[in-house]
């Protein structure tokens, strides 16, 4: 009788399928998320064999999804929205620089696609219709105007649509940025700080659905290299207290007022990164940064900057292999007084050298404490249960001057669910 009711639960079990991964919140893991982060892209501009970045959004569901995708410059002002349709199990992979050349993809669901001749689905494969995405998909490409205010508004320069900057100019005409996905109920231009985009419960244009994985790759043609890993994954709940209860810090939190309507679990505060600067990694180590100033930005005046930067931090402590500390000086709080403290991580994304002359240290093998938190004078007493909590993303990225090249994420000490003020250094 045992072997009959294990062999029925058995049949039972691969007719089902496997049990969907199940949300821990507060605990960044690479499990289906309702939203995905990009931290940092790169594109070259200029030269069609320079850094690229290439992405995919999979579903890991057998049921069709819509998610909504928004490029957002290195300062966090958003600069473009689409929608993308996933069949069930689909994946859609895009390369940015088809983006900054005006061509988003082409996806389409039911009611926009009935021969599907544009996504077309699997035998495993929910394809459905989205009646509100008749006239958004599939989108046309964009207008050259639109590409040309693309392009300025992630080099530092003036973009007409924006009447302002958006971005630093860093004068090597690479844009920079990074990129949202949410799992959206319907097709949407709204941004995450627009009314209605987010109403807890999953209710507004973002749903709570946790069902979006996904990986990204720097791509560089010249040196015949390439860096990825997986996108980061944020879970979203509408039922655990650090994810719905108003005051919480959580992902989207500047943008709901801190209500935490957006449900979505916030990123760590304190990192351990690996470093090599020598050996068979004669390019050394970057750091790719992506930082939370906590404000809702808008475009500004060309020539200035936002209120809240640069971004200052609480801890950084560098320890070589015999684990001797270098101690640097830092501001814990944002925007710091010029000229006094070492300010290697300014922006919300960016890609900094360790040994350079942002991030000196006179060690060549170790690994960096950082304690990314700071309060920010602009957000006020935000976020309300901790003012001085912000959270980070750390991808250490290592080279060995085109030969090959290895990306990986940092380790993550805590959670902004209850951030650490800890230093090694007190």
Not at 394 to 420: E, H, K, N, P, Y
Request: negative net charge.
């Amino acid at each position: 009788m045992k072997k009959l009711i294990a062999a029925s639960v058995l049949a039972l079990a691969l007719i089902v399928g496997p049990a969907p991964a199940r949300a821990s919140i507060c605990t960044i893991d690479d499990v289906p998320a309702a939203t995905l982060l990009l931290p940092l892209f790169e594109v070259d501009l200029d030269q069609p064999w320079g850094v690229n970045t290439l992405f995919s959004i999979n579903n890991a569901s057998a049921s069709a999804v819509l998610a909504h995708i928004v490029l957002w410059s290195d300062l966090s002002v958003p600069t473009l929205d689409f929608n993308i349709y996933l069949t069930g199990y689909d994946v859609q992979t895009l390369s940015v620089r088809d983006i900054f050349n005006g061509t988003v993809p082409r996806t389409a669901s039911a009611g926009q696609d009935p021969t599907d001749a544009i996504s077309p689905k699997g035998a495993f494969s929910e394809d459905i219709n989205f009646a509100s995405c008749n006239g958004q998909l599939p989108p046309p490409a964009l207008p050259a105007s639109f590409v040309t205010h693309l392009r300025a508004a992630h080099t530092g320069q003036f973009s007409a649509i924006l009447n302002g900057c958006a971005g630093r100019d860093l004068f090597d005409r690479i844009a920079r940025g990074y990129i949202t996905v949410d799992v959206v109920n319907n097709c949407t231009l709204r941004f995450p700080g627009d009314t209605g985009y987010f109403i807890s419960g999953g209710t507004g244009d973002a749903t709570n659905q946790n069902v979006l994985w996904g990986d990204y790759f720097y791509v560089y043609d010249l040196a015949n290299s390439a860096q990825g890993e997986t996108l980061v994954h944020i879970e979203a709940s509408g039922t655990s207290p650090q994810t719905s209860v108003p005051g919480q810090y959580t992902f989207y939190g500047r943008y709901v007022n801190w209500t935490a309507a957006d449900n979505r679990e916030p990123l760590a505060t304190n990192f351990a990164a690996r470093f090599v600067n020598g050996g068979a990694f004669t390019g050394g180590t970057d750091y790719l940064v992506w930082r939370d100033s906590k404000v809702d930005q808008n475009a500004f005046k060309c020539g200035t900057a936002p209120s809240w930067y640069p971004l200052g931090l609480e801890a950084i402590v560098f320890f070589d292999e015999q684990e001797n500390p270098e101690v640097e000086q830092v501001p814990p709080f944002s925007p710091p007084p010029p000229g006094i403290f070492l300010i290697p991580f300014p922006a919300e994304t960016q890609r900094v050298a360790v040994g350079g002359s942002d991030l000196p240290t006179s060690f060549d093998f170790g690994w960096t404490f950082l304690n990314l938190n700071t309060t920010v004078a602009a957000a006020g007493l935000n976020p309300p249960e901790d003012p001085a909590a912000a959270q980070n993303w750390v991808t250490v990225v290592m080279d060995a001057s085109g030969r090959f090249s290895v990306g990986f994420d940092a380790i993550q000490l805590d959670s902004a669910c209850a951030a650490s003020h800890f230093s090694p250094a007190r």
